[in-house]
């Protein structure tokens, strides 16, 4: 058993992986029953024998991976997850076997200056001032951004609303939560705002939702008449919360006229790019983030478009005093002087220990810069327009909104439960990975572009293959 020996088994195995992925020898999805896979994998004798090494570890790992969903493969149209670059998984191997945990410079400075590096690098594209390195000379101003990378979107969205509840009610780590706070979303906004506000003990009657027009954008001219129903409620707006781009059908909100909007009426502006924050990095596509500079706080996911595996994702404030001061933290084990090189991040999360996410998105972005990411997310975004331009040719099938992102919805005619079977059919042989969402009332079929490997051709295969499906089933 030498860490040698089996990190090249574990490698080797993972390049096949990719090469019968790329190639399509293997299939993109192979769902069987849970019980099966257990006894299959032999777990129990595993964990009470051990002996996952050399020629077991070469077995496991051919099994393991045959039962795995394979992102890579053309056919994976399936949820926002990334196929992983592999200098992004290497950087990933780097944190979990150093282990040098973020929260405290002293822990793991090398992860800490990767991390405040990226983010430094994250808020510049947004258009924020990036933190100065020496942080001493001026951390008491405010006129500089500040970030953090956390495990995932949906936290990254509860601690932006922490943040925000720290400008509008900074009293509350002493009094408690205030009972007038309500918070404006789109109609259209991710569960995990939802979640996060009940999370924070604002209940969904003090949840505003805002019109949204066809397409599932907010209607800039609409908000005024939401905020009087909250005043007029007696209710205090704890942030505004923006789409770039929704979850069902990847449409950007207008953020420009959004961020007039908070600004004139002085409410914390919340953009939650989870998935879409990423066209920051293409001059064909940053147009749809127009505006984002004026907003507060924003979340973009590495783990989603940047080709970074998951988790990874950074929440990221203007200025970096609310971020710094939006939790009330105390353990003298942990918070007290000390003669500090670097920055702690400590403060700025929920989590104590805290793995280097940062290192993840640096490798790959390191590794092929800006401009491979940038190509990357070009190609992403042009494939669901070409998709779409070749739906819209075929009689029997609709699409509901032009795409703005990588996310496309269709439907062949027929009922919603007919989507489904067509969509359970496709994964359960393995043919297609595709998701299924509901918009404006009716069951659509959804695809992420994910896959670097998926080329126009496979969509026309696709079409077929659903005809095909949906002659078998009428
Ligand atoms: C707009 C949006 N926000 C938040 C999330 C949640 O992100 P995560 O899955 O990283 O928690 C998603 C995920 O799909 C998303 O699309």
């Known amino acids: 058993m030498s860490f040698a020996a089996d990190a090249k088994i574990v490698i080797d195995s993972l390049i096949e992986f990719h090469e019968e992925s790329v190639n399509q020898s293997g299939k993109v999805t192979n ?24 020629k077991n570890l070469t077995d496991f790992m051919k099994k393991y991976l045959s039962f795995s969903t394979r992102l890579y493969h053309p056919a994976f149209l399936g949820h926002q997850c990334a196929a992983t670059h592999y200098s992004a998984a290497l950087g990933a191997l780097v944190d979990a076997y150093t282990n040098n945990v973020t929260a405290i410079y002293e822990m793991g400075p090398a992860a800490v200056s990767l991390e405040f590096f990226t983010i430094n690098w994250m808020l510049e594209k947004v258009g924020w001032n990036p933190a100065p390195v020496n942080l001493n000379a001026d951390n008491n101003k405010n006129n500089f951004g500040g970030g953090i990378f956390v495990n995932g979107g949906s936290l990254g969205n509860l601690t932006a609303l922490l943040v925000a509840r720290n400008k509008v009610a900074p009293e509350i780590w002493l009094q408690g939560n205030p009972s007038d706070l309500a918070l404006l979303v789109s109609s259209e906004c991710h569960y995990s705002v939802v979640k996060s506000a ?101 979340v973009w996911d590495a783990h989603k478009l940047l080709q970074t595996p998951s988790l990874c994702a950074a929440l990221l404030v203007k200025e970096h005093d609310y971020l710094d001061k939006a939790m009330d933290h105390n353990a003298s084990y942990l918070f007290h002087e000390r003669e500090q090189q670097g920055i702690d991040f ?57 795409p703005q992102s990588n996310i496309l919805c269709f439907r062949i005619n027929g009922t919603d439960e007919t989507q489904l079977k067509i969509r359970n059919k496709l994964v359960n042989e393995g043919s297609f990975y595709l998701t299924s ?38």
Not at 40 to 50: A, M, P, Q, V
Not at 237 to 256: E, F, H, Q, R, W
Not at 352 to 362: A, H, R, Y
Request: with cysteine.
């Open 346 to 402: 400590i403060q700025r999360t929920i989590e104590c220990t805290k793995s280097g996410l940062g290192i993840k998105l640096f490798f790959v972005l390191a590794s092929i810069g800006e401009k491979g990411l940038q190509e990357f997310i070009d190609r992403q975004y042009d494939l669901a327009i070409q998709s779409y331009n070749f739906i819209k040719e075929q009689e029997d099938f609709e699409c509901p909104v032009y």
């Open 437 to 474: 969402t509901e918009f404006r009332g009716k069951r659509f079929l959804r695809m992420v572009f994910m896959s670097p490997n998926t080329k126009i051709q496979d969509l026309h295969k696709l079409i077929d293959k659903i005809r095909e499906i949906y002659t078998e089933i009428i």
């Open 31 to 54: 769902p069987v029953p849970m019980g099966y896979l257990i006894e299959e994998l032999k777990l129990t004798s595993f964990i009470t024998e051990g002996g996952l090494t050399n």
């Open 198 to 298: 009940g999370i924070m003990g604002i209940g969904k009657n003090s949840i505003y939702h805002l019109e949204t027009d066809l397409k599932g954008a907010i209607i800039p001219e609409k908000l005024s008449a939401t905020l009087t129903k909250v005043l007029n409620n007696e209710k205090n707006p704890l942030a505004l919360v923006a789409n770039a781009c929704s979850t069902p059908v990847g449409i950007y909100d207008p953020l420009d006229e959004i961020a007039d909007f908070c600004k004139e009426n002085k409410i914390w502006f919340h953009v939650d790019g989870a998935h879409g924050a990423s066209a920051l990095l293409s001059d064909k596509y940053k147009e749809r983030m127009k505006g984002i500079e004026k907003a507060d706080s924003l």
